[in-house]
């Protein structure tokens, strides 16, 4: 497809399950980033990838939080024994980066957003 | 602790009318990103500014970057229905992190 794609986009679960959700970032982008975003607010970081390696996982608000994205491609967030707390939009996100040292001159990681997912925890 | 700040957080306006969206951050960065949302939408990439004094438009939109101020503004030119969205701005920290830091986005209505 053309754009990043997530499923499913909706989600209803019970207290104490566990969810999974998917992530489908644009063909060739090798970096992959995970965001929640609250109703009314602006989305906030969990953790991002490049290719198939977990660079930074500081925004994950708990260890029942986890991430993999193991071919470098597809990516799964997983929240354990949920908590109304979790409910929100889960975006995805990816960037096509030429370099990893995006840090020279005129290097930047413009982010593609996906669909989200809408996550509801009873 | 890193913050990004806009306002005003409501704009209503008529049509016609010209406007300012500010965003302030509090660490160092040189790349800010403009996105616009749509209700129940996903986030649309605006603007990317790479340095300072960095000055970019789209149509009715203009979006300039002063690093030296921390500070990046959106100017809304003879504002039009079609522009009603939440905006947002985003930087990312020359810490070298990857992550976005996310302003509270500004909802904006445009009357007609």
């Known amino acids: 497809g053309a754009g990043v794609s997530q499923s499913p986009r909706y989600k209803v679960t019970k207290r104490g399950q566990d969810v999974a959700l998917r992530c489908d970032p644009i063909?060739?982008?090798?970096?992959l980033y995970w965001y929640r975003q609250a109703l009314g607010q602006g989305p906030e970081f969990l953790t991002y990838?490049?290719?198939?390696?977990?660079?930074?996982k500081s925004g994950l608000p708990n260890d029942r939080f986890s991430a993999e994205r193991p071919e470098g491609s597809i990516s799964t967030l997983t929240i354990q024994r949920t908590e109304q707390r979790d409910s929100a939009m889960y975006r995805c996100a990816s960037s096509y980066i030429p370099s990893l040292d995006w840090g020279y001159s005129g290097g930047y990681n413009e982010q593609f957003f996906g669909p989200g997912t809408r996550l509801t925890v009873l | 602790e890193l913050k990004v700040e806009q306002n005003p957080l409501f704009l209503s306006m008529q049509e016609g009318k010209n406007y300012t969206i500010y965003c302030n951050y509090s660490t160092t960065s040189d790349r800010l990103y403009w996105y616009r949302q749509d209700p129940g939408k996903s986030l649309e990439s605006l603007f990317v500014?790479?340095?300072?004094?960095a000055v970019k438009q789209e149509g009715r939109l203009m979006a300039s970057l002063d690093t030296k101020a921390r500070l990046s503004t959106l100017h809304i030119t003879a504002a039009v229905h079609d522009l009603s969205a939440t905006y947002f701005c985003a930087l990312s920290p020359t810490s070298g992190t990857y992550k976005y830091i996310f302003g509270t986005g500004t909802r904006l209505k445009v009357l007609a």
């Open positions: 063909s060739g982008h090798v970096s």
């Open positions: 500014l790479l340095s300072n004094g």
């Open positions: 990838f490049n290719y198939e390696a977990q660079q930074d």
